[in-house]
């Protein structure tokens, strides 16, 4: 019998379609697609075809803009949004609009063109964490930027359109919305019993151990209880915390070796699908320290009915969150 589940945090319903219960030799997985490196401009010894470096690690002491690199953050060339001018356009009557005023950056996460984060060390992995962090202290300085958005499409099918392993950041003068839900139902059940619905949600799922695929001193990877997507998997600080880039030190090591091992798992179990990977942490204005607690989602790409969706607004997942979790425990790390 399918089901109809809702989301702890956002109130929003799916459907788990268990009846015809897939297991990952069934699903369509889109590949990462290899591309040579011959040309590619992530590549050491290339740093003349990317714009001018914003932040880098250089443990030998190298020169900007050249070769010796660990890590660099670029602008990107092809930026969705632009830094200069103000926020102020005039809508058209009630149609409200904004100037396209953001920031895109390109983290390089290392010189190597054939690693990826799941084959990276968890030094390499916490060494892009905090590459992150670093960025977000940065370009929160400017008041007109109200959200950072951080996120990663591994392989050509989820968006990706270099093979070489990058993450992007996009600094937004408006909230994304799925951020906005999560903050509102967040807001909504501290309201009602002054406790974290995150934080709640943990409780349960610790003591449970249905959807746990891991679980560190700092950081538990599980299945969410309403997975829009067949292993939809969230990374959560054990202790609250609203913003990714508060979080203590013994976090980023602990993320990135929760991180290292779980996508080493959807490697393996789903043979190197392509995947988005977001941060999701609170927006910079507003007071919501108390119920919104950052984490990290990974959505394996994976076919599905997008037909349903669009007509209907609801996710059909094939995949229950229980069976996803046992599959990704059972692989072995
Ligand atoms: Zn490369
Ligand atoms: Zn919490
Ligand atoms: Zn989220």
Same mark, same amino acid.
């Given at each position: 019998?399918?089901?109809?589940?809702?989301?702890?945090?956002?109130?929003?319903?799916?459907?788990?379609?268990?009846?015809?219960?897939? @297991?990952?030799?069934?699903?369509?997985?889109?590949?990462?697609? @290899? !591309?040579?490196?011959?040309?590619?401009?992530?590549?050491?010894?290339?740093?003349?075809?990317?714009?001018?470096?914003?932040?880098?690690?250089?443990?030998?002491?190298?020169? *900007?803009?050249?070769?010796?690199?660990?890590? @660099?953050?670029?602008?990107?060339?092809?930026?969705?949004?632009?830094?200069?001018?103000?926020?102020?356009?005039?809508?058209?009557?009630?149609?409200?609009?904004?100037?396209? !005023?953001?920031?895109?950056?390109?983290?390089?996460?290392?010189?190597?063109?054939?690693?990826?984060?799941? +084959?990276?060390?968890?030094?390499?992995?916490?060494?892009?964490?905090?590459?992150?962090?670093?960025?977000?202290?940065?370009?929160?300085?400017?008041?007109?930027?109200?959200?950072?958005?951080?996120?990663?499409?591994?392989?050509?099918?989820?968006?990706? +359109?270099?093979?070489?392993?990058?993450?992007?950041? !996009?600094?937004? *003068?408006?909230?994304?919305?799925?951020?906005?839900?999560?903050?509102?139902?967040? %807001?909504?059940?501290?309201?009602?019993?002054?406790?974290?619905?995150?934080?709640?949600?943990?409780?349960?799922?610790?003591?449970?151990?249905?959807?746990?695929?891991?679980?560190?001193?700092? !950081?538990?990877?599980?299945?969410?209880?309403?997975?829009?997507?067949?292993?939809?998997?969230?990374?959560?600080?054990?202790?609250?915390?609203?913003?990714?880039?508060?979080?203590?030190?013994?976090?980023?090591?602990?993320?990135?070796?929760?991180?290292?091992?779980?996508?080493?798992?959807?490697?393996?179990?789903?043979?190197? *699908?392509?995947?988005?990977?977001?941060?999701?942490?609170?927006?910079?204005?507003?007071?919501?320290?108390?119920?919104?607690?950052?984490?990290?989602?990974?959505?394996?790409?994976?076919?599905?009915?997008?037909?349903?969706?669009?007509?209907?607004?609801?996710?059909?997942?094939? +995949?229950? *969150?229980?069976?996803?979790?046992?599959?990704? %425990?059972?692989?072995?790390?």
């Amino acid at each position: 019998m399918p089901e109809l589940r809702k989301d702890p945090i956002t109130g929003r319903w799916v459907i788990i379609s268990n009846e015809r219960q897939k @297991r990952p030799s069934d699903f369509q997985v889109e590949r990462v697609v @290899r !591309i040579a490196a011959d040309q590619c401009p992530f590549c050491p010894g290339r740093e003349a075809l990317t714009p001018r470096e914003v932040f880098a690690n250089r443990s030998n002491g190298s020169a *900007p803009n050249g070769p010796g690199w660990e890590l @660099r953050v670029v602008p990107n060339k092809f930026p969705a949004l632009k830094v200069e001018g103000g926020l102020e356009r005039e809508g058209e009557g009630m149609f409200d609009r904004m100037n396209g !005023i953001g920031a895109h950056e390109v983290i390089i996460e290392t010189p190597d063109h054939s690693k990826t984060l799941a +084959t990276m060390g968890e030094a390499e992995i916490e060494r892009v964490l905090w590459a992150f962090r670093e960025r977000i202290l940065d370009l929160k300085k400017d008041i007109r930027f109200r959200y950072i958005l951080i996120f990663k499409n591994q392989g050509a099918v989820a968006g990706a +359109t270099l093979e070489h392993s990058h993450s992007q950041l !996009i600094a937004l *003068p408006i909230v994304p919305d799925f951020v906005r839900d999560e903050i509102d139902g967040a %807001r909504q059940h501290f309201f009602a019993k002054e406790r974290c619905v995150f934080c709640d949600v943990l409780r349960q799922e610790i003591a449970s151990g249905r959807r746990i695929v891991q679980e560190s001193a700092d !950081i538990v990877a599980l299945e969410p209880y309403a997975p829009r997507f067949p292993f939809e998997t969230w990374l959560l600080p054990k202790v609250h915390g609203a913003r990714f880039e508060d979080a203590p030190r013994h976090e980023y090591a602990g993320l990135a070796r929760v991180l290292k091992s779980v996508l080493t798992r959807l490697d393996r179990a789903l043979e190197q *699908p392509a995947y988005n990977l977001i941060v999701h942490s609170a927006p910079f204005s507003e007071e919501v320290r108390d119920f919104y607690h950052w984490h990290v989602e990974v959505i394996p790409k994976v076919a599905r009915m997008a037909g349903f969706e669009w007509g209907t607004g609801f996710y059909i997942n094939p +995949t229950s *969150p229980e069976e996803a979790a046992q599959v990704l %425990r059972d692989v072995r790390v």
